[in-house]
Structure formats: structure tokens, C-alpha cells
């Protein structure tokens, strides 16, 4: 292609470069007397004007960006993008985990905005990336592997192959530099915004490594290595190998599924510190009352403070009620202490579902299509959740979508129906499960055919709610008859187990040592060792009545890695209540009645009456009128 002198009322001084979607020019703004960045078209696009029409249409989009991070589209003039001149360099490794932090959060920042935006890049590589004098890196060519499907010869060098293209919008386009593009794009799928996850881990992979991670001697080979080349991680700094490990998996299913996500990911990674901690002091907890949900924040202080307790309540959304199997788990914390996921009753329709509440927002929101859910555990990384519901364990991410079936359940050789009795989710998406009865199963997260994990020993009937401890073994529940219930430890895949001790109830490790289980309705917590499985000193109290039913070991209570505690009272738990009159301006009027276990007052249309539940000593809660 012959370089322009002049297009519309932009000089041409200099060429910048050259690449699959066009050369790019430094040119004056003769108008407003500016510097600017002009990308001349193919010919082949140019010259076709039903693609340069769809090209325009989609130029209109990219202009509306304007972040600092994204470099800005003025204009489209005869064949050519009129954007924003940025003076820097494609960003290049190796640089060490604290260089490379502040450019990937710039990075994140930019991608962010953009998918809000409805904006995919569909390209992003490091040439696409420049990093100014300032240190502020700026994003090019946003969307424009979309709006651009010219169709070329391969190149035969695979490091500078062009946006490969057949057939534009076309079902079955190839779109992306071959290196940098994710998995589906290279097989000519669908893409969404988790292409531009894949193509970030591969770039932020490189920015620390100093290495392009998928090479090869032709496009077909890089694309080969792209499908099927084993990552090494261990490559990387610790601080971001969770990160690479969620953005650089292939299945879009179980891929980072929101770029906003990298940056918690990043907050909660392993780092070295020589900060002192102190002992780790009993509990911070924070209560719900209601339908008696508590929540608690444990993690060690800094020396210089003093451990202090939050206690808030937790009610249920508007029209629910409190679900099935209330001596069990149905209120979970997400591992990073952000989340809670909740099993929910719809008074209405009698049917229970999944709920979310984010701890910093004020009301939760219901996950589609996730009726008859049941105990619910979450993915190490707070990503998705899975549960139990129509003889099936399934998934379903925090933020929605698809519920995906990880396995079914063979009921009719089971006496009891298939509901579940926890699960735990390894890191290495290994997900350990039981079905109410009978020994613990393995599935991979992904989906697949479940094999035995446990065996049963003579007069065992179940073993339940698993849980992962850091060393990798499983901390299980044991339901023996006629003698008392135990807990055990064992290795995965092994047959020697140990006993930790007799148990009426389900316990759960918490970082950084105790184990909690409950005793007689009592929540207690007792330091041990995971290593060694040896206690320390005596039990502390944490929540008095928690609800659990001693004939299964199921226990109303849950924990998180972070420390967020949540737990449910016994039902039988009766809470004196004083109702309140206020106007419509907030004004108290005055107490109404005298202090009762009240729960669940509704206002009748007239204002003139109210229906509530007020419990009796012994009988729970029963309605009442007035």
C-alpha cells in the first residue's frame, strides 16, 4: 500500500508502523493544530463498502471509550481511524511481581471499563499495549479486531501474524494474533469477553516471564500450542499464579468469568511480609439473628491492635422463609469472606433457591435457575458455587449464568434420596462429596463419572461433610451405630485414616488453627494442629443454641478462610422483640405492645392491623393477628 500524504484535512509526517489491520501514521490535525495516530485501512477492507459500513458502525462504538488507560478514537475519515498519538513502547519482560503490579492493575483498570462497555478487544497482545514515559500504560486498537476482517495471506512469521479473519461476522471466524488469542477463538467459536481474560493471562504471563508462552515455527503450530501446550506456572511469581491459573484455563466454562475479579485475586495472593502478628485471640463474631445467620471476622490483628467483634443481622429477602434441613449448613461464606451464599424458602411457590449476598450490599440477589438447591460450598477461588439439587450436583458462578451438572446420582441404590451431605472443592478442582449415606465420592469440577473416596468400616452407615485441610487430606464426619460418632482425617486416594475424636457434630478447620464443632447446641472451638491433629489447650465457646441434629452430625454453622462466621440458632431460640411505631416523616410514635419473640410483622393494606409470629416457650413461633 502506497502512504498517503494527506487524508480529509490530516497531514501525513511519519510512519509509525505496519500490521495486519493496516499501516499506522503520525499526522497534523490541521483543524485543531494536534498530533495524532492514523490507521489507513486495507485495501481490501477500503474497497468493500458493505465491510466498510459495518466498520464505520463500529468505529462509532469504539469512540464512545474514554478512559486513561484505553488510547481514544477521534474519527473515521476515507479509509482511515484518526486516534489518539501515544509516544511509548510496547510494555516487555521480565519484570518482578512488584514492577509488573502496577501495569497489570492499569491493564485490569482498562478492561474493566470496556467490557461494561459492551466492548471486547478480541486482540489484545503487548504490541497493543504501550507504556509512556509516566509509566501509564495506554491499550490500542479496542475493538477493532471486531470491526476489522480483512482477509489475507498467512504470514509466515507467527510473532507478527495479523488479526486472522475468514469471513468477518461470519459464524466460524478466526479472529486475534495467534499467539495471544484464547482457545475458542482459535477453533472459530463464539467469543465473550473471557477471549480478552485468556489473551491477559498470556500477556501478564509473558510481562513476567520474559517469554512468549505459545510459540511455534507457523500459525498453524502457535495454534496448536495454544489448544493443547501444558502451562508452566511455577514460571511465574507466587503472587500471580492463581490469577494465571484462572484466566489461562480453556474451558470458557471454568475460566475467570469477569475481569474485575483478577484484581481481588491479586489483593488475596501469597505474599512475603515481615509484618508481626500475635497470637491468634478467640472471636471476632458478627451475629444474625432473625433467621439467625451469624457472621464473624477472625483473621489475626496487627500487634499494635486489639481484636474486636462486629455483630449485625442477616434477615432473608422479602416473601422467604427459612429453608429444609435447618441443622444444616444452608448459610456458607465464600472463601474470600466477601460473599454469602444462602438456601432461601419462597413462601409463595414452597420451592428453595440459591441466593448471594455481598457482605457490603444491602439486599442479596436470587441465581436463576437453581431451584431445590442445598448445601451449597463454593470454588477455592470465591468464583463459582456448587450444590445439590434433583439428584444432581451442580455449579453455577457467583455472578450467573448457566448452571452447569457436574454429575448425577444413582438414587435407586440408595434408601434415601439423593439431597447430599456436603461437598469441598479442592484447589486443583478436585470436589469430594456425599450423598446422605454411604462412603465419600470424588468428581472433577469440570463434570465427570464420581468414584469412591472412602470405604466404610464395620458399623459405619455414613461418612459426611468433607472438608479439604491445607495439607491436601479430608477432615470427614463419621456416622457409626450404635456407638458415638467420630471424626477422621485421610488422605485422598489412601486407606489408613486417623481419628482426630468423637463427634456428634460436623467440624470445620479455620486458618490459622481451630477446629470448630458444636456440643450439646454449644458452637465451640478448640485449637489444633492440621499437620499433626493434636489439640491444645481447652475448648472456647463461640455461639450458644446453634442449631444441629446429632443423629447425622449436621451442624448449622460455616466458616470461611478469611474468618467470616455464619451460623443459625436453634429454633427453639426465642428472642423478646419490642414493636415500634414511626410515621411516615420517621417520627417515633411509641411502643406497641410490650416486648415479645415477635418475628415477621406485616402492615395490612389499611394500616389498621398486623399479622406477626409470636413464639411460646417450648413451641417455637405461631402466627398471630391483631
Not at 519484570?95 to 503490579?101: C, E, H, R, S, Y
Request: aromatic residues 8%.
Amino acid at each position: 500500500m502506497s502512504a498517503p500524504t494527506q487524508i480529509a484535512h490530516y497531514r501525513i509526517t511519519g510512519k509509525l508502523g505496519e500490521g495486519g489491520m493496516g499501516a499506522v501514521y503520525r499526522a497534523t490535525d490541521m483543524k485543531l493544530n494536534r498530533e495524532v495516530a492514523m490507521k489507513v485501512l486495507p485495501d481490501n477492507l477500503g474497497f468493500d463498502p458493505d465491510r466498510y459500513a459495518r466498520f464505520a458502525r463500529e468505529a462509532q462504538l469504539l469512540a464512545s471509550l474514554n478512559h486513561p488507560n484505553i488510547a481514544t478514537i477521534y474519527g473515521v475519515e476515507d479509509r482511515a481511524i484518526i486516534m489518539e498519538l501515544v509516544e511509548g513502547a510496547p510494555i516487555k519482560g521480565p519484570l518482578t511481581d512488584d514492577q509488573a503490579l502496577p501495569l497489570v492493575n492499569q491493564l485490569i483498570d482498562a478492561l474493566e471499563y470496556a467490557h461494561d462497555k459492551t466492548v471486547i478487544h478480541r486482540d489484545l497482545k503487548p504490541a497493543n499495549i504501550l507504556l509512556t514515559a509516566d509509566g501509564r500504560i495506554k491499550v490500542l486498537d479496542f475493538g477493532l479486531a471486531k470491526a476489522l476482517s480483512p482477509e489475507q495471506a498467512p504470514v509466515a512469521n507467527p510473532s507478527l501474524s495479523p488479526t486472522l479473519t475468514m469471513g468477518g461476522t461470519v459464524a466460524g471466524v478466526i479472529m486475534g494474533t495467534a499467539s495471544y488469542m484464547s482457545p475458542e477463538q482459535a477453533r472459530g467459536s463464539n467469543v465473550d469477553r473471557r477471549a480478552d481474560i485468556w489473551s491477559f493471562g498470556v500477556v501478564v504471563y509473558e510481562l513476567l516471564t520474559g517469554k512468549q508462552l505459545f510459540e511455534g515455527e507457523n500459525i498453524s503450530d502457535v495454534l496448536a500450542a495454544v489448544l493443547r501446550q501444558e502451562i508452566d506456572f511455577a514460571l511465574v511469581p507466587a503472587r500471580f499464579q492463581r490469577l494465571l491459573r484462572m484466566c489461562l484455563t480453556r474451558d470458557p466454562k471454568l475460566r475467570l468469568r469477569d475481569i474485575s475479579g483478577a484484581r481481588l485475586l491479586l489483593e488475596e495472593a501469597p505474599q512475603v511480609t515481615a509484618t508481626t502478628r500475635r497470637p491468634w485471640l478467640p472471636w471476632a463474631v458478627a451475629g444474625v439473628a432473625c433467621v439467625a445467620t451469624a457472621a464473624a471476622w477472625l483473621w489475626p490483628k496487627p500487634q499494635v491492635l486489639t481484636p474486636s467483634v462486629a455483630r449485625f443481622e442477616l434477615p432473608n429477602p422479602e416473601g422467604a422463609g427459612p429453608p429444609l434441613n435447618l441443622g444444616a449448613p444452608q448459610t456458607v461464606p465464600s472463601p474470600d469472606g466477601k460473599n454469602i451464599a444462602l438456601v432461601v424458602l419462597d413462601k409463595n411457590s414452597g420451592k428453595h433457591s440459591l441466593w448471594i449476598r455481598p457482605l457490603g450490599a444491602a439486599a442479596p440477589h436470587r441465581l436463576d435457575q437453581t431451584d431445590e438447591a442445598n448445601f451449597p460450598f463454593w470454588s477455592p477461588d470465591s468464583q463459582s458455587i456448587a450444590f445439590f439439587a434433583g439428584n444432581k450436583l451442580k455449579r453455577v458462578a457467583v455472578s450467573g449464568g448457566s448452571i452447569q451438572t457436574i454429575c448425577a446420582f444413582d438414587v435407586a441404590s440408595n434408601v434415601l434420596t439423593a439431597m447430599g451431605d456436603g461437598g469441598a472443592w479442592r484447589a486443583d478442582d478436585v470436589i469430594v462429596y456425599s450423598l446422605g449415606q454411604g462412603p465419600l465420592y470424588r468428581v472433577p469440577a469440570g463434570g465427570g463419572i464420581p468414584t469412591q473416596a472412602t470405604n466404610l468400616a464395620s458399623g459405619e452407615a455414613r461418612h459426611s461433610w468433607p472438608q479439604f485441610l491445607p495439607d491436601g487430606r479430608i477432615l470427614y464426619f463419621v456416622g457409626r451405630a450404635p456407638s458415638k460418632h467420630a471424626l477422621y482425617v485421610q488422605e485422598l486416594g489412601a486407606t489408613a485414616r486417623t481419628l482426630v475424636m468423637e463427634s456428634d457434630s460436623r467440624a470445620v478447620w479455620t486458618p490459622p488453627g481451630y477446629l470448630l464443632f458444636v456440643r450439646d447446641g454449644t458452637l465451640l472451638a478448640r485449637r489444633m494442629d492440621p499437620n499433626t491433629l493434636q489439640f491444645q489447650g481447652e475448648s472456647h465457646t463461640v455461639a450458644e443454641d446453634v442449631s444441629f441434629n446429632p443423629t447425622i452430625g449436621r451442624a448449622a454453622f460455616a466458616v470461611s478462610e478469611r474468618g467470616v462466621m455464619a451460623y443459625r440458632l436453634s429454633s427453639n431460640t426465642l428472642v423478646n422483640r419490642q414493636l415500634v411505631w414511626y410515621d411516615r416523616s420517621g417520627r417515633r410514635i411509641g411502643p406497641l405492645g410490650k416486648p415479645a419473640p415477635l418475628n415477621n410483622p406485616v402492615i395490612s393494606p389499611d394500616g389498621k392491623r398486623l399479622a406477626l409470629y409470636i413464639g411460646t416457650e417450648g413451641a417455637g413461633l405461631a402466627p398471630t393477628f391483631g
